[in-house]
């Protein structure tokens, strides 16, 4: 797969095959999520394109009534909040998205450490065009 | 990374401070105010100077493209000060846009380039509706991965809390105990945006109440009034509208000079003895969401350079852009050890105007208002009024006030500026 870029638009296009892809540093073996073009740690630009199998736990979550405009037009509001979170990956990485099926009326009662499954969703796309925001996109998130 | 001692090349001075009142100000946009700011500053030199003397500006703005459709916004800032032709950098790095600005001003003089510079910043932002107000502030995070979440601002530090509270057992009255102390500071500053404490509040509402023929509320004290979900609504949970900065319209600019002219200004020059600037990374990819590496950094550097320690500096103004905000930064900067103490050092009093180190004593963001351009700036010039007793009603009195610093944080952390200021 080493000829499929290290971009935020292949990163994308996985996301939309419904594939969570990180980036694997072939010299040191670092794991990138999201994936990157350059290791972090060695400072490489070998690197290779590894699936992560979507299990992981929550370590930081806020439930949010006043979002952007993506969320706003996805029917979220202060009496229809929604849950965002940083999973850690069972293979390392943290990555931010949204948490479905945690109780957001009693945010109290969600737990840091719950278990969860990478899901996909679509939602409309980050842009202050009118035009250009309503372009459906798939976004990664997280099933407790 | 291997980190060289780093010093300026030459001294560099602050002799003038001012600010434009901060608040909701619709009939006035951002070079206004920057205008109002500077006619402030220019007040403020003791012994009068002649403002065509100054050599560049530096301009923090974090949003005119969105909030005004208008970007050069420094360049719109030296027409209407009479500053043109003079070179104006416009700085954004999102809320910590002016202190970079500040920082890059300070290095201007220090490499010998100028000697005299006018740095600060603006931000007009209550034109748009909230929600894309939301969206603006929320394009300082990596809009790609952190907002595609759909995370706010107030989202990514609230689960900067849930964090906190999971480690040390931080509790969010806690949080709520900083808004009551810089809301009690607040209230004696007249620019402030809300100059009232939480009681105060808490008293207009039952007022309010009262006059409408409305049941009035029982609240016994400012924390029940704080708990009552129809006055204080969850923005993030676990952040609740008095957790949370407001958004406010606002300019704030400072006058450096060159050490060896500094007296020529004023009797009680303040220098800057320590800068330190470092960046950081999204939220997910810090290796703690319980302090801000970045701003660790940049007090180390800061720090490092003055030649002082955090117990060295008197007072504080601190980057509260929401409550759990304050108990990081209060750690990072090396006042409290990390975890309940930061936590609790409001609710006991130890960052009170009187406590042991008093911390946002001009009200903080919550209080005085977060003009994200303008507000590492408007954090500089409180320490120059505090510096030089000229605080007013808000004064700090127990101390001699030699040493002060401010912490001024971009974005959720992904840049931190902390600079410390001396009274010799």
Same mark, same amino acid.
């Given at each position: 797969?080493?000829?499929?870029?290290?971009?935020?638009?292949?990163?994308?296009?996985?996301?939309?095959?419904?594939?969570?892809?990180?980036?694997?540093? =072939?010299?040191?073996?670092?794991?990138?999520?999201?994936?990157?073009?350059?290791?972090?740690?060695?400072?490489?630009?070998?690197?290779?394109?590894?699936?992560? /199998?979507?299990?992981?736990?929550?370590?930081? #979550?806020?439930?949010?009534?006043?979002?952007?405009?993506?969320?706003?037009?996805?029917?979220? /509001?202060?009496? /229809?909040?929604?849950?965002?979170?940083?999973?850690?990956?069972?293979?390392?990485?943290?990555?931010?998205?949204?948490?479905?099926?945690?109780? =957001?009326?009693?945010?109290? /009662?969600?737990?840091?450490?719950?278990?969860?499954?990478?899901? #996909?969703?679509?939602?409309?796309?980050?842009?202050?065009?009118?035009?250009?925001?309503?372009?459906?996109?798939?976004?990664?998130? #997280?099933?407790? | 990374?291997?980190?060289?001692?780093? $010093?300026?090349?030459?001294?560099? @001075?602050?002799?003038?401070?001012?600010?434009?009142?901060?608040?909701?100000?619709?009939?006035?946009?951002?070079?206004?105010?920057?205008?109002? %700011?500077?006619?402030?500053?220019?007040?403020?030199?003791?012994?009068?100077?002649?403002?065509?003397?100054?050599?560049?500006?530096?301009?923090?703005?974090?949003?005119?493209?969105?909030?005004?459709?208008?970007?050069?916004?420094?360049?719109?800032?030296?027409?209407?000060? *009479?500053?043109?032709?003079?070179?104006?950098?416009?700085?954004?790095?999102?809320?910590?846009?002016?202190?970079? !600005?500040?920082?890059?001003?300070?290095?201007?003089?220090?490499?010998?380039?100028?000697?005299?510079?006018?740095?600060?910043?603006?931000?007009?932002?209550?034109?748009?509706?909230?929600?894309?107000?939301?969206?603006?502030?929320?394009?300082?995070?990596?809009?790609?991965?952190?907002? @595609? !979440? *759909?995370?706010?601002?107030?989202?990514?530090?609230?689960?900067?809390?849930? @964090?906190?509270?999971?480690?040390?057992?931080?509790?969010?009255?806690?949080?709520?105990?900083?808004?009551?102390?810089?809301?009690?500071?607040?209230?004696?500053?007249?620019?402030?945006?809300?100059?009232?404490?939480?009681?105060?509040?808490?008293?207009?509402?039952?007022?309010?109440?009262?006059?409408?023929?409305?049941?009035?509320?029982?609240?016994?004290?400012?924390?029940?009034?704080?708990?009552?979900?129809?006055?204080?609504?969850?923005? %993030?949970?676990?952040?609740?509208?008095?957790?949370?900065?407001?958004?406010?319209?606002? %300019?704030?600019?400072?006058?450096?000079?060159?050490?060896?002219? !500094?007296?020529?200004?004023?009797?009680?020059?303040?220098?800057?003895? *320590?800068?330190?600037?470092?960046?950081?990374?999204?939220?997910?990819?810090?290796?703690?969401?319980?302090?801000?590496? %970045?701003? $660790?950094?940049?007090?180390?550097?800061?720090?490092?350079?003055? *030649?002082?320690?955090?117990?060295?500096?008197?007072?504080?103004?601190?980057?509260?852009?929401?409550?759990?905000?304050?108990?990081?930064?209060?750690?990072?900067?090396?006042?409290?050890?990390?975890? $309940?103490?930061?936590?609790?050092?409001?609710?006991?009093?130890?960052?009170?105007?009187?406590?042991? $180190?008093?911390?946002?004593?001009?009200?903080?963001?919550?209080?005085?208002?977060?003009?994200?351009? @303008?507000?590492?700036? !408007?954090?500089?010039?409180?320490?120059?009024?505090?510096?030089?007793?000229?605080?007013?009603?808000?004064?700090?009195?127990?101390?001699?006030?030699?040493?002060?610093?401010?912490?001024?944080?971009?974005?959720?952390?992904?840049?931190?500026?902390?600079?410390?200021?001396?009274?010799?």
């Amino acid at each position: 797969m080493k000829e499929i870029p290290f971009t935020i638009a292949s990163y994308d296009k996985f996301i939309e095959e419904k594939k969570l892809m990180a980036s694997k540093c =072939v010299k040191c073996s670092a794991l990138w999520l999201p994936p990157r073009p350059i290791c972090l740690t060695c400072k490489s630009d070998a690197l290779e394109w590894i699936e992560l /199998n979507g299990k992981g736990k929550l370590v930081a #979550f806020t439930v949010i009534g006043v979002g952007p405009m993506p969320m706003i037009d996805a029917g979220y /509001n202060r009496e /229809n909040p929604y849950c965002s979170g940083i999973v850690e990956l069972e293979e390392g990485p943290r990555i931010s998205a949204q948490i479905l099926g945690v109780d =957001v009326a009693h945010p109290e /009662n969600i737990k840091i450490g719950t278990s969860l499954t990478a899901t #996909f969703v679509e939602r409309g796309s980050w842009h202050f065009v009118e035009e250009l925001a309503k372009v459906k996109k798939t976004y990664l998130a #997280f099933q407790a | 990374m291997t980190q060289r001692k780093r $010093k300026l090349g030459r001294g560099v @001075a602050m002799v003038g401070a001012g600010m434009s009142p901060f608040g909701i100000r619709p009939d006035v946009t951002n070079r206004e105010l920057f205008a109002e %700011a500077f006619l402030d500053m220019v007040n403020s030199v003791d012994r009068g100077f002649d403002p065509q003397e100054i050599e560049a500006l530096y301009v923090g703005n974090c949003g005119a493209e969105m909030w005004e459709a208008q970007s050069v916004i420094g360049v719109l800032c030296a027409d209407i000060t *009479g500053l043109t032709p003079r070179p104006a950098l416009k700085v954004e790095d999102a809320c910590a846009s002016s202190s970079v !600005a500040v920082r890059e001003g300070i290095m201007g003089i220090a490499s010998g380039m100028y000697d005299m510079v006018l740095a600060g910043g603006t931000e007009k932002m209550s034109i748009l509706p909230t929600n894309w107000t939301t969206m603006a502030l929320a394009c300082g995070s990596d809009t790609t991965y952190e907002s @595609a !979440a *759909g995370f706010t601002f107030p989202g990514l530090y609230a689960s900067m809390a849930t @964090a906190h509270m999971e480690r040390y057992g931080t509790t969010h009255d806690d949080m709520l105990r900083v808004a009551i102390k810089n809301h009690s500071n607040g209230a004696l500053n007249p620019k402030a945006h809300f100059p009232k404490t939480i009681k105060n509040v808490m008293d207009m509402r039952k007022d309010q109440a009262e006059k409408k023929g409305k049941p009035v509320p029982s609240w016994a004290d400012e924390m029940e009034f704080l708990h009552d979900p129809r006055y204080n609504p969850v923005i %993030a949970w676990p952040n609740t509208l008095f957790d949370c900065c407001p958004v406010t319209d606002g %300019a704030a600019c400072i006058l450096l000079v060159a050490e060896e002219i !500094a007296k020529n200004f004023t009797n009680i020059p303040l220098y800057i003895i *320590g800068s330190g600037q470092a960046s950081g990374h999204n939220l997910h990819d810090r290796e703690t969401l319980t302090s801000i590496p %970045a701003a $660790k950094l940049a007090a180390q550097q800061a720090y490092e350079m003055a *030649g002082v320690g955090p117990q060295d500096i008197k007072i504080a103004e601190v980057h509260d852009c929401f409550t759990i905000a304050e108990i990081m930064a209060i750690a990072d900067l090396g006042f409290f050890k990390e975890g $309940k103490e930061a936590a609790t050092a409001a609710g006991e009093g130890k960052t009170a105007r009187d406590g042991v $180190k008093p911390i946002n004593v001009s009200g903080g963001l919550k209080c005085k208002g977060h003009p994200v351009g @303008a507000t590492g700036a !408007a954090q500089v010039v409180e320490i120059f009024q505090q510096m030089r007793g000229e605080a007013g009603a808000r004064q700090v009195k127990n101390m001699d006030i030699n040493l002060a610093l401010n912490h001024n944080i971009g974005a959720h952390g992904t840049t931190a500026v902390v600079q410390i200021y001396e009274r010799r």
